[in-house]
């Protein structure tokens, strides 16, 4: 495996990781803000500490491990495009070409492949109650029987247009930066990019989901 290989599984899985930190984060604020204006006790908020302690970390973990996983792919797929368009760096189409293929192909699987191995890790596709939460179909739910595909239709009609649509936000300005200046952007700019979009993948994920 080489250096640049390890360094991108790494960053990949401390994004994903710190993303999901903070959407759980935000989350126990929301709902302490929540509580707060429904005017319950100052003394039943949760502290700061408390907070922490009420982090998932078994999201954490999975999420590192999405992160690690999906890394050589993302990288494979960078490097195909580059043999095929050549670099972007003052190339219109071929910055043009990157940022299509990203938006329209790799971003759209890698987040259906997070919001499916989210919900089926958390137990999604064998809770009925779930299925039936999830179902759209005026037919399935006349029979009363629910399938996965009741998961798969909220995903691609509710969840996915809006974590796709928070992407544009990062990739958009890491072709723009390649365009210009002919490098990928440092990983500490990168990261300002990429952990809030994944906080917003994972909080969507969280509260319409699982």
């Given amino acids: 495996m080489s250096t640049q290989l390890v360094r991108e ?20 604020h929301i709902d302490a803000a929540r509580r707060r204006a429904a005017g ?37 797929f960078r490097g195909i495009l580059a043999r095929v368009v050549g670099s972007a ?4 189409l071929a910055a043009f070409s990157f940022l299509t293929a990203q938006q329209l192909f790799a971003t759209p699987l890698m987040l259906l492949f997070y919001h499916n191995s989210a919900t089926m890790v958390r137990g999604g596709f064998t809770d009925p109650s779930f299925l039936s939460a999830h ?19 909220r995903i691609a009609i509710d969840i996915l247009p ?16 390649s365009y210009m200046r002919g490098r990928s952007l440092r990983s500490r700019y990168a990261a300002c ?18």
């Fill in 9 to 28: 599984v790494i960053f990949s899985s401390v994004v994903w990781t710190a993303g999901d930190f903070l959407a759980q984060f935000l989350d126990v």
């Fill in 40 to 76: 319950e006790p100052k003394s039943d908020h949760p502290s700061g500490k408390q907070m922490i302690i009420m982090v998932d970390q078994q999201r954490l973990g999975f999420a590192a491990v999405f992160g690690a996983i999906v890394a050589p792919g993302m990288i494979h």
């Fill in 89 to 92: 760096h003052g190339n219109t």
């Fill in 135 to 153: 179902e759209t179909s005026v037919i399935a739910r006349l029979r009363g029987r629910y399938d996965a595909m009741a998961v798969e239709r």
């Fill in 162 to 177: 809006q974590t796709l649509l928070a992407s544009w936000c990062v990739f958009l300005p890491q072709v723009l930066h």
């Fill in 193 to 210: 990019l990429h952990i809030p979009w994944l906080a917003y993948v994972s909080y969507v994920q969280s509260t319409m989901l699982l």
